[in-house]
């Protein structure tokens, strides 16, 4: 069975920009989510994080008339991080602990 499909959440896919703000270094970096669930999150950046790293990520809602522009406001722990083919770009495993906002 692949990792995906013991997930009990399914994730949806998604093109959302984020912030990702890192109190300890009181910097942020910035990326897109890809997928998403009520669990968790897929997140391509630049930022490479520690193994079970938290922080806090911004997601961006999708562009629509008439639509709240409000980011949804998540704290994360990083459950897996890899290279991706493209020069300095992660692909970060995130688990939602809790929502912000």
Known sequence: MSPQDQRSALRVPVSCKVKLRLPDLGMSYYG???DLSVQG???KTNYVPRPQEEFEVYVMPPSAPGSPREPMALHVRVMRCHAL?????????LSIVTVLR
């Open 85 to 93: 083919q493209q020069k300095e770009m992660y692909e970060l495993g």
């Open 32 to 34: 897109e989510c890809t």
């Open 41 to 43: 999150l897929t997140v």
